[in-house]
């Protein structure tokens, strides 16, 4: 079935089912356009240990390629919000692109959502969904990023100084942590 979307493009009908997961305090739900802005905001941001190496159209190649994993891969990037409010307060998910020789557990908040334990709680809630899916997890995290550390710590990830890197990577720029291996 092809139509005309609102922005004159053509439309084929697809329909793409993305799970909605819930914790306590946590909607995890399937990407929106709107949630664009404030992704390529935090990667802009001084805090962001991309910031300089994601300008607005690298960061959109990256929130694109998040939502085309799940086609792909039958994995991807849920957008996070509060229960109760469709504000957009980060992103978690599961990407594999072709750099990574793994499936990566992933976690950002946008700016002013930090220490609240939501990073947290949304990784263990994809990490959960994840255990009977895929065979190995890691997160990939560069070094200095002590948050991101700490929130893999706390979902009992350790670190594997022998597992291979994402391409082009190098152990003084990223350390991976393992939530599981080949069964």
Known sequence: MLGVSPLGGLVTGFTLHIPTLKTDRLVLRAPALADFEPHAAMFA????????????ARSYDSFARD????????VGTWTVCRSGDDLAIG???????DAFPEPELGWTLFDGQEGHGYA?????????????????L?????????QSVAVAERLGAIPDQNAALPMGDTPDRTHVYRHWSAR
Request: charged letters at 25%.
């Open 45 to 56: 941001a001084p805090r962001s240990p991309y910031v300089g190496q994601r300008d607005r």
């Open 67 to 74: 939502v085309a994993d799940w086609v792909l891969r039958g």
């Open 91 to 97: 992103m978690v998910g599961i990407a594999q692109p």
């Open 120 to 136: 947290t709680e949304a990784a263990r809630r994809v990490r959960d969904w994840a255990r009977a899916r895929l065979s190995s």
């Open 138 to 146: 890691v997160s990939y995290i560069p070094v200095g990023h002590v």
